[in-house]
C-alpha cells in the first residue's frame, strides 16, 4: 500500500537544493561548475517523470523519451545559434557556410524568435508523440513490440541527426553560443540563474505528475498496466488515455532538453543514441518504477554516480550501470524507493512486533 | 426484446466454437446457461461484450445492432461484463476498482478533474457492503482471496449499473455459503437488470433459474426450458454422460 509522505522530506530536498548548494557556492565553497552539473541533472529528472508517467504508472515501455529530449535542447539550440550569428552579422550559422549552404533552411527561419522556439520545442515532440502513439495504440502494439519499435524509431531518429545533409551539424551538433535572452551564458550568476529555473521546473513537474498520478485519471493508468484489456469493458478509451500520457511524458523529455542545453552548452545525436536512451529508462528502474520520488532520486543518484565513476575508474561506467540494473531487476524490483521503503518497514516491524520467537 | 441473437457462429481455427440459431432474452430477464466444458458459452458472451469478433450472425441490443462495435461502445451501451477468470486491477486498491467502474464520464478530462462525491461514495460502500467488501475496502485487490476477487468483480459490473450483466460462472471457488449468497444477489439484482448467467453448479442453477436455462452443447443450441424440463431432458442427460459424473449426479 502506498504510504503517505511525510512533508519533511520534501522539506529537506528542497532545502538542501534550492538553499544548501546555491549558499555553498555563494560562499566559495562549491564551483559554479558543481552548480551548473546539478542543474542539469535537474533536467534528466525532469525527463525521468515523464518516464515514470509512460513506464512505471502506464506500462507503456517507450524508449524514445531519449529523442524527445533532443529536440528540447536542439530547438533551443538552433535559437541561441541564430542569435550568435546575427550578432556577428553573418547569415548563416558556421557549420552550414562550411558544408556550402546559401541560404539558412526553412525550418530554422522560425527560431530566430525566442517566443517561437519555445512554441516549437513543445509542439514538435507532441505532435510526434502523438501521430507515434496513435499509429501504435490504435494497432494495439503492446509490451515488448512498443519497446522495440520506438528504439528503432529513436536509431533512425538518429542517424538522420548525424547526417549533414539534415543541416542540424551532424556529428558534431550545435554547440558554441554566446547568450541567452541577453545574458552571457558563460558568467556564473546565469549559470546560477538557470540552475535555480531547472529546479523550480523540476518541482513544478513533480507537482504536476503527483496531481496526475493522484487523480482518478493515474488510477485509469495503472489499471491500463494492469490489466488493459479489461479497462475497457468498464467504458475507459484506453487509446485516448494511452495517448495523452505519451504526449506529457514527450513534454517532460522536452523540456528536460530544453533547460539542459543553456547548461551545457552542446548538443549532439550522441544525447539519443540507444545507450542514451537505454540509461534514461535505468534512471527510472533503478530509482523505481510507479514511484515519482523514485524516478527523480534515480535520475539524480545514477548521474551524481556516473559523475564519480568517470572521474575514479573511467570506462568501467557501463559494467557499474549493467551491474547495478541487474541486481535490482533480480533482487530489488521495485528499486532504490522500494529498498528504503522495505527497510523501514523491517525497522518498523521489529520495533512494535512483539517478539515471536520466545517458545 | 432486450437482446436478439441470429445465426450467430465463429470458428477458431476451423474448429466451430459457436454456431448459435438463435438466442433471445427480455428486458429484466434472469438467464442461465449451462453446457459441458467447451461448448462456447464463455465465447458467447465474448461476442456479445466485443472481445471476440464473430465470423457471421447479428446481435441487436436494445434494438440496435451492436457487432463489430467496440468493446467501449458496447459498455456505453449497457452491457457490462464479469469474466470466467476473475479479472479486477490488482495493482489498485478495492475502493479504487470500484471507483474507476462507477458509472460516470470516462473521457481522460472528466477523469483528471475528477472530484467524488458523497453520493458517489456512499453508493461504492453500499455496494461494498452487499458484496461483503467492506473490511478488504483499502486493500490491494490482487490480495483479495478468489471468492473475494469474484465478489469484487461483480461489485465491479453492479457499478457500472448497466442495462444487460454477463456474468460468468460466479460462484467457481466458493464455499457452498458463499455460493448461495451470490445466488440472492443475482437474483435481487434481476429485478433491475437483465443477466445472462453461465454456471456449472447445478445446485446453484436450481436457486437462481426460476425462468428459462439455455442448454449450449459443442456451440449448438440444445434446448431451452425451465430447469424442471431441463433436468429431466433425456438430450441434456446424455449430452453430461461420460463427461463427469459428478455434474451428472447432481443433475
Ligand atoms: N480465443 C480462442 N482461440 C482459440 N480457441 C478458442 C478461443 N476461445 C475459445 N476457444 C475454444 O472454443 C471452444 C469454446 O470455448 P468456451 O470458452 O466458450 O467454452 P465454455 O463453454 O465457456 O467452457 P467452460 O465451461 O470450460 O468455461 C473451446 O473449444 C475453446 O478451446
Ligand atoms: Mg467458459
Aim: aromatic share 12%; proline share 3%.
Amino acid at each position: 500500500m502506498r504510504t503517505k509522505t511525510n512533508p519533511l522530506y520534501y522539506i529537506l530536498f528542497i532545502a538542501f537544493f534550492a538553499i544548501l548548494l546555491p549558499a555553498g557556492y555563494l560562499s566559495g565553497f562549491l564551483s559554479v561548475n558543481t552548480i551548473s552539473v546539478w542543474g542539469r541533472y535537474f533536467c534528466f529528472a525532469i525527463a525521468a517523470l515523464g518516464i515514470d508517467l509512460i513506464w512505471g504508472y502506464t506500462g507503456i515501455l517507450s524508449m524514445c523519451q531519449a529523442f524527445f529530449f533532443c529536440l528540447g535542447s536542439y530547438g533551443i539550440a538552433m535559437h541561441l545559434l541564430l542569435k550568435k550569428t546575427v550578432a556577428a552579422g553573418a547569415v548563416l550559422p558556421d557549420f552550414m557556410a562550411w558544408n556550402k549552404i546559401e541560404t539558412l533552411p526553412f525550418f530554422w527561419q522560425p527560431f530566430h524568435s525566442f517566443g517561437w522556439s519555445l512554441v516549437l520545442c513543445l509542439l514538435i515532440p507532441a505532435l510526434f508523440a502523438f501521430v507515434v502513439g496513435f499509429v501504435l495504440f490504435r494497432s494495439r502494439i503492446k509490451g515488448v513490440y512498443m519497446a522495440i519499435i520506438t528504439q528503432a524509431l529513436t536509431l533512425a531518429m538518429w542517424l538522420i541527426f548525424l547526417r549533414n545533409e539534415t543541416n542540424l551539424g551532424g556529428t558534431n551538433g550545435l554547440t558554441d553560443f554566446n547568450t541567452i535572452l541577453g545574458y552571457n551564458l558563460s558568467s556564473s550568476s546565469v549559470k546560477l540563474g538557470l540552475y535555480m529555473i531547472s529546479f523550480a521546473v523540476l518541482c513544478a513537474a513533480y507537482f504536476a505528475c503527483y496531481y496526475i498520478t493522484h487523480s482518478k485519471f493515474g488510477k485509469v493508468l495503472q489499471a491500463i498496466r494492469d490489466s488493459e484489456s479489461r479497462i475497457s469493458y468498464a467504458a475507459y478509451k484506453v487509446v485516448d488515455y494511452k495517448l495523452a500520457v505519451f504526449v506529457v511524458a514527450a513534454l517532460l523529455a522536452a523540456v528536460g532538453g530544453m533547460l539542459y542545453l543553456p547548461q551545457t552548452g552542446i548538443i549532439t545525436p550522441g544525447r539519443m543514441d540507444v545507450k542514451a536512451s537505454v540509461e534514461m529508462v535505468m534512471w527510472v528502474a533503478l530509482g523505481g518504477r510507479g514511484n515519482l520520488k523514485g524516478a527523480v532520486l534515480g535520475a539524480l543518484l545514477v548521474n551524481f554516480l556516473y559523475s564519480i565513476c568517470t572521474s575514479l575508474f573511467p570506462d568501467s561506467w557501463l559494467f557499474i550501470l549493467g551491474f547495478l540494473f541487474v541486481i535490482t531487476v533480480l533482487y530489488f524490483d521495485k528499486g532504490f524507493m522500494g529498498l528504503v521503503e522495505s527497510i523501514r518497514q523491517r525497522l518498523a516491524n521489529t520495533r512494535f512486533k512483539t517478539p515471536q520467537t520466545t517458545l | 426484446m432486450l437482446l436478439n441473437v441470429n445465426n450467430l457462429s465463429v470458428s477458431f481455427g476451423g474448429v466451430h466454437a459457436l454456431n448459435l440459431d438463435h438466442f433471445s432474452l427480455r428486458d429484466k430477464e434472469l438467464r442461465v446457461i449451462i453446457g459441458p466444458n467447451g461448448a462456447g458459452k464463455s465465447t458467447f458472451l465474448d461476442i456479445i461484450c466485443g472481445k471476440t469478433k464473430a465470423d457471421k450472425g447479428e446481435i441487436t441490443f436494445n434494438g440496435k445492432p451492436i457487432l463489430g462495435k467496440t468493446e467501449v461502445k458496447i459498455a456505453e451501451a449497457g452491457i457490462g461484463r464479469k469474466f470466467q477468470k476473475p479479472s479486477v486491477f490488482p495493482g489498485l486498491t478495492v475502493y479504487d476498482n470500484l471507483l474507476l467502474a462507477a458509472k460516470m464520464k470516462k473521457d481522460i478530462f472528466s477523469s483528471l478533474f475528477f472530484k467524488a462525491t458523497p453520493a458517489l461514495a456512499e453508493r461504492i460502500h453500499a455496494v461494498a457492503t452487499k458484496l461483503s467488501l467492506t473490511t478488504a475496502m483499502y486493500k490491494m485487490a490482487g490480495d483479495l482471496s478468489h471468492g473475494q476477487k469474484q465478489w469484487l468483480e461483480i461489485a465491479i459490473v453492479v457499478l457500472q449499473d448497466p442495462t444487460l450483466m454477463l456474468i460468468d460462472e460466479p460462484a467457481a471457488g466458493m464455499s457452498d455459503e458463499e455460493t448461495e449468497k451470490t445466488g440472492a444477489l443475482l437474483l435481487e439484482l434481476s429485478k433491475a437488470h437483465s443477466i445472462i448467467v453461465i454456471e456449472h453448479d447445478m445446485k446453484f442453477v436450481e436457486q437462481i433459474a426460476n425462468e428459462l436455462v439455455t442448454v449450449l452443447v459443442r456451440g449448438k443450441r440444445l434446448m431451452e426450458g425451465t430447469f424442471a424440463e431441463v433436468k429431466n431432458d433425456q438430450r441434456v442427460i446424455d449430452c453430461y454422460l461420460g463427461r463427469t459424473n459428478a455434474q451428472l449426479e447432481t443433475l
